[in-house]
Nanobody, 129 residues
């Protein structure tokens, strides 16, 4: 059964850091690009990053998180990590990962949720002092 599960969310102060995990089962995560998305209450799901497979070796970020967030793969754990630094008041939400329907490379419009499936249940991130 193909499955993704996010973890690592929590409460953090502004300026703090969190590392989220996206752990895959039922498939090899490094055979696919993986996208990270977030959804704040009352808002649509927003794509923030896509990491291609290691053979392609490209990560993409939207402007609002570029320079603060970074994605890495832990292939031995079949997982993808999202390191979030300098968290801001606009970063809270439920964070999701999804598997690309296109394979190993991220699409040009990588932030569109239409390019992903097998979404995990999400993990909550709260930024508050």
């Amino acid at each position: 059964q193909v499955q993704l599960v996010e973890s690592g969310g929590g409460l953090v102060q502004p300026g703090g850091s969190l590392r989220l995990s996206c752990t895959a089962s039922g498939f090899t995560s490094n055979d696919y690009a993986i996208g990270w998305f977030r959804q704040a209450p009352g808002k649509e799901r927003e794509g923030i990053s896509c990491t291609s497979s290691s053979s392609v070796g490209v990560n993409w970020y939207v402007g609002s998180v570029r320079g603060r967030f970074s994605v890495t793969r832990a292939n031995s754990e079949n997982a993808v990590y999202l390191q979030m630094n300098s968290l801001k008041a606009e970063d809270p939400g439920i964070y999701y990962c999804g598997r690309s329907v296109s394979g190993r490379a991220c699409e040009r419009d990588f932030s569109s949720p239409n390019h992903y499936d097998n979404w995990g249940p999400g993990t909550q991130v709260t930024v508050s002092s």
